[in-house]
């Protein structure tokens, strides 16, 4: 009988700090669209604006407590950096995602974050400058960036894919992702590998490195997605957090990510792409 006390105890302090983590998020990305426009890309800052509070567990960074907030210095420097970050039919980040990546980050003082499909850069910068800013933990990035691994084959676009992929300059697109790195100054809370998540893995276990977020968005074929998963999920560590992206217009991701989301917990799902944003958050049980 105790036992089961404790553990109903348990199961609701759970689904309370669920709660809270989906109510923060939600909180954040009200507050990142409102002021996106306003605050941020036109500078018009108001005093009412920069006194609303982001997050419930801010900590050290709650908007009240300082006019010009850590958060909002980070959402700026993130806003500037996407300036320079170009979206083309590759892929992209928008503002919105790539902060609310961040305010997991520097929220629940995340130390290791993995990204798979890196591409230009849009999402792993960012989360490298809240990881500098806040945390002082290392972003890393996995991308081969090699033709043959960035073709797809499971969506009607396989032709304009490949198109596109060839006319691409891999080595460029590597060469100007690790000149970001340097330029934003993360290069302490950067690491790029140039491999496949399959090559890549073995980094992880040689070192013991386990991490608090895992973003996905790699080769968006079913089998290199599941493969991810397979390989990456084992290493998160307990309460972590999944970023699943693409993972509702894209059949072939949405197969997977409903899969994950039958086991795991869903903090934020969002399909918008008036915003280019199609992603979703979960995460893992706290023990």
């Not at 036992?3 to 669920?18: F, I, N, P, S, V």
Request: a negative charge.
């Amino acid at each position: 009988m105790q036992k089961r006390d404790r553990g109903l105890a348990t199961t609701t302090m759970e689904q309370k700090k669920l709660q809270d983590i989906q109510e923060d998020l939600e909180r954040s990305r009200s507050w990142l669209q409102q002021i996106q426009h306003d605050c941020i890309i036109t500078n018009k800052t108001t005093s009412d604006q920069l006194a609303k509070p982001l997050l419930s567990h801010a900590n050290n960074f709650s908007l009240v407590e300082s006019p010009v907030s850590a958060k909002l210095r980070i959402y700026q420097q993130i806003n500037t950096l996407l300036e320079t970050i170009k979206w083309d039919f590759g892929g992209g980040c928008p503002f919105e995602k790539a902060s609310i990546m961040a305010d997991l980050v520097f929220t629940y003082n995340l130390k290791t974050t993995v990204e798979i499909g890196v591409y230009r850069g849009r999402s792993l910068l960012p989360i490298a400058l809240a990881h500098k800013l806040s945390t002082h933990g290392i972003a890393y990035g996995i991308d081969p960036y090699k033709l043959e691994e960035a073709l797809e084959n499971d969506t009607p676009f396989t032709e304009d894919i490949e198109k596109f992929c060839l006319a691409l300059d891999f080595d460029s697109l590597h060469k100007d992702v690790l000149n970001l790195i340097e330029s934003y100054q993360v290069v302490e809370h950067c690491i790029l590998l140039r491999k496949t998540s399959e090559e890549a893995i073995s980094y992880f276990i040689d070192n013991d490195i386990y991490f608090d977020l895992l973003h996905i968005d790699g080769n968006h074929d079913s089998e290199k997605v599941m493969l991810d998963v397979n390989l990456y999920l084992p290493r998160i560590k307990a309460g972590g957090f999944i970023v699943m992206d693409d993972c509702f217009n894209w059949e072939s991701v949405n197969v997977v990510y409903t899969q994950l989301k039958s086991q795991y917990s869903v903090i934020l799902e969002r399909f918008d792409l008036n915003i280019g944003a199609d992603y979703a958050i979960l995460q893992l049980p706290q023990n």
